[in-house]
């Protein structure tokens, strides 16, 4: 069965950094793309980047461009987020989750073709 179990979020102030973890289990992390989501207060669930199982290219959106970025240890079967530069605005609970194919096509960010989420881990930016 297929499982994402994300962790590492916490209290970060802005500027600062974090490193969120996302433990795959019942596939491989080069055998499908896997994506980060995340949900602010309020508003809807919004892609942030994603990984190629094929190649580890990773995709991002605007507004992380620059100050996040997606790895994978193939080893640990694991994906990662480190962001840095944080703003109050990337307060949100943080989600991994893939659609169950190989790219990160046209639809990565829509949450529609998500197949499995996981439980999310929370991520505060303040002072």
């Known amino acids: 069965q297929e499982r994402l179990v994300e962790s590492g979020g916490g209290l970060a102030q802005p500027g600062g950094s974090l490193r969120l973890s996302c433990a795959v289990s019942?596939?491989?992390?080069?055998?499908?793309?896997i994506a980060w989501f995340r949900q602010a207060p309020g508003k809807e669930r919004e892609g942030v980047s994603c990984?190629?199982?094929?190649?580890?290219?990773?995709y991002y959106a605007d507004s992380v461009k620059g100050r996040f970025t997606m790895s994978r240890d193939n080893a640990r079967n694991t994906v990662y987020l480190q962001m840095n530069s944080l703003k109050p605005e990337n307060t949100a609970v943080y989600y991994c989750?893939?659609?169950?194919?190989?790219?990160?096509?046209?639809?990565?960010?829509?949450?529609?073709?998500?197949?499995?989420w996981g439980q999310g881990t929370l991520v505060t930016v303040s002072s």
């Open positions: 989750a893939t659609d169950q194919t190989e790219a990160c096509g046209n639809t990565w960010r829509e949450t529609g073709y998500v197949e499995v």
């Open positions: 990984i190629s199982s094929s190649d580890g290219s990773a």
């Open positions: 019942g596939f491989t992390v080069d055998y499908y793309a």
